[in-house]
Nanobody
Framework: QLQLVESGGGLVQPGGSMRLSCVAS????????MGWFRQAPGKEREGVSC???????YYADFVEGRFTISRDNTKSTVYLQMNSLKDEDTAVYYC???????????????????WGQGTQVTVSS
């Protein structure tokens, strides 16, 4: 059974850094594109970053070079390193598996995409 378990969320001050982790199990991780989405209160869910099976990476425009997605296939884990965090980055962040990475975040999700339970990231002073 496919399972995605996120960790690393919490409270951070503006300008700070945080690393999210997502441990995957139940599917051949090496062959799957993985990603991160987020949803802020009162807002729609939006794609943040995507990494394909060859470690090609894609980012939403609002990331502006502040975040880095990576994967460790030996640990079946995908990471999201977030630097220079802003108040508007406050959201629940979700790990996703079996996405379709491209330059257009609106096309990442398919009917076969699986979701983690989410981890809260709060940026506040």
């Amino acid at each position: 059974q496919l399972q995605l378990v996120e960790s690393g969320g919490g409270l951070v001050q503006p300008g700070g850094s945080m690393r999210l982790s997502c441990v995957a199990s139940g599917f051949p991780f090496n062959f799957y594109a993985m990603g991160w989405f987020r949803q802020a209160p009162g807002k729609e869910r939006e794609g943040v970053s995507c990494i394909n099976s060859l470690a090609g990476t894609y980012y939403a425009d609002f990331v502006e070079g502040r975040f880095t997605i990576s994967r460790d296939n030996t640990k079946s884990t995908v990471y999201l390193q977030m630097n220079s965090l802003k108040d508007e980055d406050t959201a629940v962040y979700y790990c996703v598996a079996n996405v379709e990475c491209s330059d257009y975040t609106d096309t990442w999700i398919s009917p076969d995409t699986s979701w983690g339970q989410g981890t809260q990231v709060t940026v506040s002073s």
